[in-house]
């Protein structure tokens, strides 16, 4: 069980009401959250077969996911975070899935960046580079992360100007724009995207999924864990403008959390300003500009 103290003294009152949305907030947690996402990857079952499912290949077997993986290639390089980080057995293929809740119009640019940092966390120094594994992204994104409405992209490279020749780097990159799971022309793609967009159980792998995120949140370990990531990350908040976002995590995680950590602030903001707590409040809550949580008000107004 995680445990947390909160490095600056909260307003009580604050603190009690940030609790009571935490509550709230747990009740409702969906696969779509990073936090159930990726505790029911933790299944080797369920995780290969998403994979599988997803990327349409057969896997043999992977090795045991690490959730909420850290890569740090240089002290002052910035640090990333992975949801769920997965190796074949061998080696010869690792996979990497991202669920998203928030579009920051960078994913292009994140997903550039989290290959570099798989690659070098898998080539030892002095190796061919033909030692590289095959590796996979996978982006499941609940709005539309490039705006064109289509139910998946794909990330190609070409070697000829008429986009006509592709190369293998052995690198290949999916989005999935969970909000056009109806248009997914794979019928078990969709209802596993129909899943995390609705909750709609309807399949043996949906029911399965939906039975392991209920038995999760019944469980008081489950809970606590939750309330300590949600204290801790409200913590870093209170400290961004001083001490800067990637300083977070204390508990062995340096840096590489500054887009979750805003992140979370955002959905933070919504549930506060849902509970009526007026736009001072939320500001000072989330550490957010106050233009920011007046823009998110009116967004909620419409």
Known sequence: MLEVKLSRDVPQNLLEELKKVWKQEWKKLTLADDFIFSRVMQNIEICKEVLELLLKINITKIEYPTVQKVFQSLKNSKGIRLDVYVQETGGQRVFDIEI????????????????????????????????????????????????????????QSFIDPDNRHSYDDKTKKIFYNVGRYQDVEDPKIRRFLGYLKKKETSDKLTRRLDQMVEELKAIEMGFSDYIAIRQREFDWLRQGKEEGYIHGLKAGLEQGLEQGAHQKAVETAEKLLSMGLSLEQVAEGTNLPLETIQRLGNATKN
């Open 100 to 155: 998203q809740t928030v579009i920051t119009k960078e994913e292009a640019l994140r997903a550039r960046y989290y290959q570099g940092m798989l690659d070098l966390d898998n080539l030892l120094k002095g190796n061919d580079y033909t030692e590289l594994p095959q590796t996979y992204i996978i982006f499941l994104c609940m709005k539309d992360p490039f705006g064109l409405n289509l139910p998946v992209y794909h990330k």
